[in-house]
Every structure is written in structure tokens, then in C-alpha cells.
């Protein structure tokens, strides 16, 4: 099985490649100069392609984050995922970034907890994600936190983007374990907005 996973949620762009369970690439890409990391993920993933001497028609599975993130960023994937599995005919799994920031940390009695502004945080605990929470509500005592620069100074514990975490690699091996008991039809693939896109 051929599997390509992609995210544009976070402040990173990653790509990666996985066939038959070997990993064949994985590319990250940050935001340059004025223009947004997802800016260049179709270059990426038809450079990543070209390099293993694959095509498009041989992917036989899409996997993408779907958020919470950068609204522009959850748009671009979502949307890039949808159009390439409709055309490519192929399966599509989404997976939140909680969930990949979770399993790619890794560590035992842990929380993610990441920025959602308005004094909130987006909160993934025990397995599931508990929305966006207010911070002042949120109890770390005793506990693993896995958080983004921002909210490190209110909650301490790490944060990912301090991190050289594998997150394109996690991300292909949830997709390929969600797809063994998940509907994977690109009809199916929405965004993961827990809060409404800001207005204007």
C-alpha cells in the first residue's frame, strides 16, 4: 500500500510517503518570507512523487489533519485531500492534529493543549478531545503537557514547535490503522472547526 499523507494545520508544512510499511520521505516546509507554507503543497507532494519514481494513480491512500489549525491551513488540505481523492479514486482518512501531536509525544498522564485564543485552549485528554477550554480550567498538575509556544509560558510542560516531533510519520500510521475500521470516501472528509472561522 501506497500512503501520502500531508498537513498544512500547523506552523509547519509536513509531506511524507510511506509504501508497505517503509517510509520513503518526509518533507517539511516553512512559511517563506510573505507567503504561507501551503503555498507550495502541491510542489511539494508532485516533488516528493517525482523522487520515489511514483505517479498520483499509484497512491492508494490519503491522509491529512484536518485541524484544529490555522483556518487557511485546514482549508488547503481538506480541500487539496478531497479534490485528489476524487480524482485519484483512492481512500482519504482525516485525523485531528491533537490527536497526532498526542501520539507522537508519546508520553504517559499527558494533555495537548493548543492556542485557540479568547483565552481558551483546545484541549485532547484521555484519549478524546474536550474542545476549546477555557485556560484557567485546565489542570496540568501531574501531568505530561505538550503545548505551542505561546501557551508554554501559561501551562509550561513543551511545546511541539521546540520539537523535531515525526509528525508525518504519526500521521501515516494513524491513517492506516483508522482505515482498516473507517468509511474512507472523500465525501466523508470535512474540517475540524471547534470554533467557528473568525468573521471579516
Not at 106 to 135: H, M, Q, T, W
Amino acid at each position: 500500500m501506497i500512503t501520502l499523507v500531508f498537513d498544512t494545520c500547523l506552523d509547519k508544512m509536513y509531506v511524507a510517503l510511506k509504501k508497505d510499511g517503509n517510509f520513503l520521505s518526509s518533507k517539511v516546509i516553512e512559511n517563506h518570507d510573505n507567503k504561507y507554507h501551503s503555498a507550495f503543497l502541491i510542489s511539494t507532494i508532485k516533488g516528493v512523487l517525482r523522487d520515489n519514481n511514483l505517479r498520483p494513480e499509484n497512491i492508494d491512500l490519503i491522509g491529512v489533519n484536518i485541524g484544529p489549525g490555522s483556518f487557511t491551513g485546514i482549508r488547503a488540505c481538506v480541500t487539496t485531500a478531497r479534490v485528489m481523492a476524487q480524482q485519484l479514486n483512492c481512500k482519504t482518512i482525516g485525523v485531528s492534529s491533537l490527536e497526532i501531536l498526542s501520539k507522537a509525544y508519546n508520553k504517559k498522564d499527558s494533555i495537548v493543549a493548543l492556542d485557540a485564543r479568547k483565552n481558551c485552549a483546545y484541549l485532547f485528554k484521555d484519549n478524546e478531545i474536550k474542545g476549546a477550554v477555557p485556560i484557567e480550567e485546565i489542570s496540568t498538575a501531574g501531568l505530561n503537557v505538550l503545548t505551542d509556544d505561546k501557551l508554554q509560558k501559561i501551562l509550561n510542560g513543551e511545546s511541539y514547535q521546540s520539537l523535531n516531533l515525526p509528525l508525518g510519520e504519526v500521521l501515516a500510521d494513524i491513517a492506516e490503522e483508522k482505515v482498516q475500521n473507517l468509511e474512507a470516501d472523500w465525501r466523508f472528509l470535512k474540517p475540524l472547526y471547534i470554533q467557528p472561522p473568525p468573521m471579516g
